[in-house]
C-alpha cells in the first residue's frame, strides 16, 4: 500500500486513521452476522443498532434529547438546499438567506423556485471575505426562516456567533464545520451537514429537525422529499455503510472528550497556521481576521505563479489536495477534526523552507 500522505482536501476530506484501520479489520465480516456490514439487511438488528448508536452519539455531542430529529439522508447538502424550503416555504412566503458565499448561493437559489427571498446580508461586495456584522443585516420579521452556511468552506469564512434572528426559526447549513466546536442548539430549529468533511465518508447528510418545527411544515410534499417520511422507523435504505462509518467517527470524537475539547484541537491548529501566515508577507490570507475559519484556511502567494510549484512542493513533502477551489484560486488547507496536529506543524515548516528558498 502506498504511504497516506497528510491529507488537506476540502471534501471528503480526513477521516480518523484509527477508524480507517477498524473499519478494514471489520470490512469482510461485521461481529457475528457472517457477512460485511454492505451486504446485511437495513432491517437486520446488526444494522438498526448502528443506526440507533450514531443517533445517540450525536445526542449526546450536542446535549440534545429526543426533542430533536436525527436523519442520515441522500442527495448531499445540495439537495437540502431544495429539501428544505419545499418543506418550510410557500409560494406566497419569503424566507431569508444569508448569503455568505457560493454554497450560500445556491441554497438561496432552490428557495426562489419555491417562494420569495429576502436577503438579510450579503458579503459578495468583498468576494465574501467577510461575515457581515449582525448590526448591519437586514431583518424581515415575517420571514418563514432564516438560513445561514456556519462556514464558508470555498473562501475560508466562518461565523464566530450564533445568528440573533429575533425568534424566527434559524436554519444551517453546518457541511464544513459540523461538530467541529459545540453548537447552541437551543437557537436552531433545524441543522443539515454533509457527512464527508467532518463526520464520515460521502453518500449520507445529517438532519436534525426540531419536533415543534417539524409540526408546522407544509403538506402534499413528495414522499421522498417530505421530512415527515424520514423521522421514525427507516422509510427506505439509508446510506448503510455511510452511516456506520459516521458511528465510528462519533465514538472517536466521545473519546476525544467530546465538542469542547475539539474545537479547543482546532483552535490551536487554526492559530498556528494563522501566525505562520501572519509573520510574513510572502503569503496573504484571504479572509477578513475577524471572520477567519478554523476549518478552511484559505490564502495567496504574494507572487500567485509560485502557487503552483507551492502545490507540488508540499505534496513532494508529504501533503496533498492544497490547492485552493477552482473558482477562486490560492491555496486551501483544510484542517477539519481528523487533521492531527502534525500535519498543520509539517504544513508551517514546508510554508517556511518554501519562502526561504523562493523568496
Ligand atoms: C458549506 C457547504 N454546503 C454545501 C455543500 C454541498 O455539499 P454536497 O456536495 O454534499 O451537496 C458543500 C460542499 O462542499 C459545502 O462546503
Not at 468552506?153 to 425568534?167: A, L, S
Not at 454533509?194 to 429537525?209: H, Y
Request: aromatic letters at 10%.
Amino acid at each position: 500500500m502506498s504511504k497516506r500522505l497528510f491529507n488537506f482536501s476540502a471534501g471528503p476530506g480526513v477521516l480518523p486513521e484509527s477508524v480507517m484501520l477498524e473499519v478494514k479489520e471489520e470490512l469482510p465480516v461485521l461481529g457475528d452476522t457472517g457477512a460485511s456490514v454492505m451486504e446485511i439487511s437495513h432491517r437486520s438488528a446488526a444494522y438498526k443498532a448502528i443506526n440507533a448508536s450514531a443517533m445517540e452519539r450525536m445526542r449526546r455531542l450536542l446535549g440534545i434529547g429526543e426533542e430533536w430529529h436525527i436523519m442520515f439522508l441522500q442527495g448531499g447538502a445540495s439537495m437540502q438546499f431544495l429539501q428544505v424550503p419545499m418543506n418550510f416555504l410557500r409560494a406566497d412566503e419569503t424566507a431569508g438567506y444569508l448569503v455568505t458565499g457560493a454554497w450560500a448561493k445556491k441554497a438561496m437559489k432552490e428557495a426562489k423556485s419555491i417562494g420569495n427571498v429576502h436577503v438579510y446580508a450579503s458579503s459578495d461586495d468583498q468576494n465574501f471575505n467577510y461575515i457581515p456584522a449582525q448590526a448591519e443585516w437586514s431583518y424581515d420579521e415575517d420571514a418563514r426562516y432564516v438560513h445561514y452556511t456556519s462556514n464558508n468552506t470555498i473562501f475560508g469564512t466562518e461565523f464566530h456567533f450564533t445568528p440573533d434572528v429575533k425568534g424566527l426559526p434559524l436554519i444551517c447549513d453546518a457541511s464544513s464545520n459540523f461538530l467541529s466546536r459545540p453548537i447552541n442548539m437551543a437557537s436552531h430549529a433545524l441543522i443539515y451537514a454533509g457527512a464527508q468533511k467532518n463526520i464520515g465518508p460521502a453518500g449520507a447528510t445529517a438532519v436534525l429537525i426540531r419536533e415543534d418545527f417539524l409540526q408546522t411544515k407544509n403538506s402534499g410534499i413528495p414522499t421522498m422529499l417530505d421530512y415527515g417520511t424520514h423521522v421514525g422507523d427507516l422509510y427506505n435504505t439509508p446510506p448503510v455503510f455511510a452511516v456506520y462509518v459516521i458511528e465510528k467517527v462519533l465514538k472517536w470524537l466521545e473519546e476525544k472528550g467530546g465538542l469542547a475539547a475539539m474545537e479547543q484541537e482546532n483552535i490551536a491548529k487554526a492559530d498556528q497556521l494563522y501566525a505562520a501566515l501572519g509573520a510574513t508577507d510572502f503569503y496573504r490570507p484571504t479572509a477578513r481576521p475577524d471572520s477567519r475559519s478554523r476549518m478552511n484556511v484559505t490564502f495567496r502567494l504574494a507572487d500567485e505563479g509560485l502557487e503552483a510549484k507551492f502545490v507540488s512542493g508540499a505534496k513532494a513533502n508529504g501533503m496533498t489536495d492544497l490547492k485552493g477551489h477552482r473558482s477562486v484560486g490560492g491555496i486551501r488547507a483544510s484542517i477539519y477534526n481528523a487533521c492531527p496536529s502534525e500535519a498543520v506543524t509539517t504544513l508551517v515548516d514546508f510554508m517556511r523552507e518554501f519562502e526561504r528558498t523562493n523568496g
